[in-house]
């Protein structure tokens, strides 16, 4: 069965860094795009970013809200996503989704972990 | 950024009422529209991709409908199990986006 299972959450100062990490199973994690997706207490979704594939050159793409401070690497042989987060705000407190994005041709998200919390505050 | 709004935002309906759920893109996205289904406390889980499509394992009251700018979910017989808030999602352009959500809840 496949599945994802994120950690690395936690309580962080304004201004710090946090890395977050997603471990994959039951299916072949190098094959799959993958996303970042995060939701803030009582809010909606919100896309944080994706890596792609080897064959991508694994490049990324991030929300405006993110970019510059957000990485999202990972490392197929231990079939794990990460996300490094640096200068954390308050308004970055969420639960933060790890998700497989599907082979499909418009890349929807087919399999989530079950997320892990992130809170920013002095 | 394309903005997905989703209407209602909220609703209550009836156990076997139909039920529409409406997705707007403020531009073309083709047919590269996903809903998801989110129960309290859990994660969301894939009910439709490029539009119309029924993931696996989803049950085939479920259906979606729609390309460029408008979007529909429809639930055919609502079930209690169905109490979730639903978002739309659209991967034409970067960034991907996700419409506000719609709670639905039961009469």
């Known amino acids: 069965e496949a599945q994802l299972v994120e950690s690395g959450g936690g309580l962080v100062q304004p201004g710090g860094s946090l890395r977050l990490s997603c471990a994959a199973s039951?299916?072949?994690?190098?094959?799959?795009?993958m996303d970042w997706v995060r939701q803030a207490p009582g809010k909606g979704l919100e896309w944080v970013g994706r890596?792609?594939?080897?064959?991508?050159?694994?490049?990324?793409e991030y929300a405006a809200s993110v970019k510059g401070r957000f990485t999202i690497s990972r490392d197929d042989s231990k079939n794990t996503l990460y996300l490094q987060m640096k200068s954390l705000k308050t308004e970055d407190t969420a639960v933060y989704y790890c998700?497989?994005?599907?082979?499909?041709?418009?890349?929807?998200?087919?399999?989530w972990g079950q997320g892990t919390m992130v809170t920013v505050s002095p | 950024a394309i903005q997905l709004t989703q209407s209602p935002s909220s609703l209550s309906a009836s156990v076997g009422d139909r039920v529409t759920i409406t997705c707007r893109a403020s531009?073309?996205?083709?047919?590269?529209l996903a809903w998801y289904q989110q129960k309290s406390g859990k994660a969301p889980q894939l009910l439709i991709y490029?539009?119309?499509s029924l993931h696996s394992g989803i049950p085939s009251r479920f259906s979606g409908s729609g390309s460029g700018t408008d979007f529909t979910l429809t639930i055919s017989s609502l079930k209690p199990e169905d109490v979730a808030t639903y978002y739309c999602?659209?991967?034409?352009?970067?960034?991907?986006?996700f419409g506000q959500g719609a709670r639905l809840q039961i009469k």
């Open positions: 998700a497989r994005v599907t082979t499909t041709t418009t890349f929807p998200l087919d399999i």
């Open positions: 039951g299916f072949t994690f190098s094959d799959h795009y």
């Open positions: 890596t792609r594939r080897k064959v991508n050159s694994y490049t990324t």
């Open positions: 531009q073309g996205i083709g047919s590269a």
């Open positions: 490029d539009a119309s």
């Open positions: 999602q659209q991967f034409h352009t970067y960034p991907v986006t």
